[in-house]
């Protein structure tokens, strides 16, 4: 059994169910309503209605949030019930939370995955309960056996993206370099606006595949047209399904240092990274560090990102090969392609180990 909400907890653990998938395990997943059509295709599937919890104490949406916790309690515990699961697998989100404490509670084996260099608040609670935590990022203080350094997760769609058909599917030429700059599903504006500051005016000199954010999209488009933008090497997208080939694709990623950094590190990408300010304990700077301190990323605060700085940073990057090939190496050796057969090898060492018989 897997659990996992939506985005960066999600992907990792579609990740896992895939490789237990493939290894003869018959998967269930428990994922929230609005990514049940997406799972279900995959894997037999149970929707909970979660949510997490505002950071203002007295706000509103908390009460929703704890009804919704109360219900999901009895309806992890009928899940449960119901699958009656050999081991259980928690992505790391809110939604984990109910399920794998109730299997845990029940003598199941069972483990989480922490996608950040943070211990979230979710396997902060569940860390006692579970047999292994798996660690994208090494986390001062937390050491074995409990908490095991993996990687994180990555999907054998992502591993395999690939320059060549990176540059086929965004129609980008080989005999100009391409930075990919990115902020997220939702897009950044602090990174949109310095990338159409830096960017965004006359010819150019390098491709720009620039993904905004669908609630930018217009914005920027139309400022683009405004600013007389060379429209054949910048490529404004909204979002993009291919975001492992636009990397691959890259010679210098910039974006934000959330668990996309694994994968930038994964695909050996140099990068710059602008770490989003308001983070949960600030983990994005703590993602940012630990590339930075591989020699992979150059990291700029987001109070100081600016069209000029962003624009000299990425030519004296360009023109310093020898360093842009160093930083590249760097982040192949950082980056743990395989993350994801290391947690389904501790799944299968933890049924290899069980002492007990779950409680049904």
């Not at 599903?185 to 005016?201: D, H, K, P, T, V």
Request: one cysteine or more; proline letters at 5%.
């Amino acid at each position: 059994m897997a659990a996992g909400g939506t985005g960066g907890h999600l992907t990792p653990a579609l990740a896992v169910a895939d490789e237990l998938a493939a290894r003869g395990a018959a998967v269930t997943f428990v994922t929230t309503p609005s990514q049940v059509e997406r799972v279900g295709a995959r894997f037999s599937v149970y929707a909970l209605e979660m949510r997490g919890f505002e950071r203002r104490l007295l706000a509103r949406e908390n009460a929703v949030t704890l009804r919704r916790l109360a219900a999901a309690a009895p309806r992890s515990w009928r899940i449960v019930s119901a699958v009656r699961p050999h081991a259980a697998v928690g992505g790391g989100g809110y939604l984990s939370g109910p399920v794998v404490a109730t299997a845990a509670l029940r003598r199941v084996p069972a483990l989480v995955i922490e996608s950040d260099a943070h211990l979230g608040i979710t396997n902060r609670l569940l860390a006692p309960l579970v047999s292994r935590v798996c660690l994208s990022f090494p986390i001062e203080g937390r050491g074995a056996p409990r908490f095991v350094l993996t990687g994180r997760p990555l999907s054998a769609a992502q591993l395999a993206a690939d320059a060549a058909t990176g540059r086929t599917v965004f129609d980008l030429s080989a005999q100009q370099p391409v930075v990919l700059v990115f902020g997220g599903s939702q897009g950044a504006q602090s990174l949109n606006r310095a990338c159409l500051e830096a960017f965004g005016s006359g010819a150019l000199s390098v491709q720009v595949l620039h993904v905004c954010g669908p609630r930018h999209y217009d914005e920027m488009k139309a400022a683009l047209a405004e600013r007389g933008a060379d429209l054949e090497r910048y490529r404004l997208l909204p979002y993009t399904e291919n975001l492992a080939h636009a990397m691959a694709a890259a010679d210098l990623v910039v974006g934000r240092a959330g668990g996309s950094v694994a994968e930038i590190a994964a695909l050996g990408r140099p990068a710059i990274l602008v770490p989003y300010p308001y983070a949960t304990a600030d983990h994005q700077s703590k993602n940012a560090a630990w590339m930075a301190a591989a020699g992979a990323a150059v990291v700029v605060a987001d109070a100081d990102l600016d069209g000029p700085l962003l624009a000299r940073l990425v030519s004296e990057l360009l023109a310093d090969r020898t360093r842009l090939e160093r930083m590249a190496a760097a982040s192949r050796a950082a980056g743990r392609p395989d993350a994801t057969r290391a947690v389904a090898d501790e799944v299968e060492a933890l049924l290899e180990g069980r002492t007990s018989r779950p409680r049904w």
